[in-house]
């Protein structure tokens, strides 16, 4: 455990909004009130393209880190938080998971149950946590508990996204996404895809 007057060390993987957002929160200090009491210090900032960090110019280079693997060379960390893709936790979280704890912010990953059972295992035997935030899928909890019951037999859910959201988009889906882009008739919503999140 931590001392009162010790910075938990963070890592944090992707700079994207929410890369780009957790960071400024514990740059400038604009943690939500729950964190008022934490100390934290970014350790590291890994980014597919680190042009994207070097032009925010609230962010050290010193803190950038070029390759992800090379994320276990700047000391202990208290967490990894990943907010890049899916791609990333399917090859590094098992590895995060033997270093320290790890907060996976690309959730849908976890529907290979192959992968979710295997980072389940790897955090059982390091004794490091595996945090999934529910904040992309609000009611989540709910639903688990409603499926535990037998509440229900099926569900359909929804997102909706700025056609900019979609990072490293992998055909089909980047084809489908640029020809509906590229046609000046599209407007309004359009559904880019529809069917069970593993096949995806």
């Not at 970014?42 to 393209?49: A, D, L």
């Not at 009611?139 to 569900?155: C, G, P, R, V, Y």
């Not at 089909?172 to 069917?195: A, C, D, M, V, W």
Request: net charge neutral.
């Amino acid at each position: 455990t931590k001392g009162n007057n010790q910075a938990r060390r963070i890592g944090i993987v992707g700079y994207g909004h929410l890369g780009h957002y957790i960071t400024h929160c514990i740059l400038e200090n604009k943690l939500p009130e729950s964190f008022k009491n934490q100390k934290l210090e970014i350790v590291w900032i890994w980014n597919r393209t680190t042009s994207k960090i070097e032009e925010d110019e609230l962010v050290p280079n010193s803190l950038i880190l070029n390759d992800l693997s090379q994320f276990n060379t700047k000391g202990p960390l208290d967490l990894i938080i990943e907010v890049s893709h899916k791609q990333i936790i399917t090859q590094f979280a098992a590895l995060f998971l033997q270093f320290c704890p790890l907060l996976i912010g690309s959730p849908t990953c976890l529907s290979d149950s192959s992968l979710l059972s295997s980072l389940l295992s790897t955090s059982h035997r390091s004794n490091h946590s595996l945090y999934i935030p529910s904040g992309a899928l609000w009611a989540s909890t709910d639903i688990q508990k409603l499926a535990e019951s037998n509440s229900f037999i099926s569900l359909q859910i929804t997102m909706k996204k700025h056609p900019l959201s979609f990072h490293n988009l992998q055909a089909p889906l980047s084809t489908t996404l640029q020809t509906l882009l590229s046609n000046p008739s599209t407007s309004g919503e359009t559904i880019l895809y529809k069917g069970d999140v593993q096949t995806l």
